[in-house]
């Protein structure tokens, strides 16, 4: 699989979960209600999942990129506002936050050949379930992370 914004795309994986940890770590750190400290380690979790997924990918293929230093540095930051805020502002911006990551791993998703197929499809519905629980969240619905949790169990198969 290659196309133009291919090398851009497939970094952006591995600046996202960098990002993603990072952010969610903060968020839950400093976090006051411990139901919403759950709900961030979950996400944390998530990220955790996929950034190994990411790692076992790029040494398959022989990947290399610099570790993104200003990505965790901004997940920091943010992470620290995000477990702040009041909550449906968070989650709004979550939800908001996951459109950039998603045009990505979907372009990834819709051009992977057979034996990358899973992997890409496996990190799209990674950040389809973020959004999702934001949604879910703004929409006061129970069960929440159900999707979350669904990715994580399912972790990803890395075919070649």
Known sequence: M???QFQQDLERIYQSEVYGIALFAMAKRVAKNSERKAKWDRLLRL???TLACFEQYAEQHGVHFRYPLLWQLKGRAEGAALGLLPWRLAMKLLKDGTRDFQ???KRLKDNADPS???FFNYVYAHEKSIEAFAMA???NKQ???TGVEG???KGCELNG
């Open 2 to 4: 290659q196309y133009d």
């Open 47 to 49: 990220e955790e999942v």
């Open 103 to 105: 045009v990505k791993f």
């Open 116 to 118: 990358t197929q899973s």
């Open 137 to 139: 969240e703004l929409a």
């Open 143 to 145: 069960d929440t992370l």
């Open 151 to 153: 990715v994580i169990v």
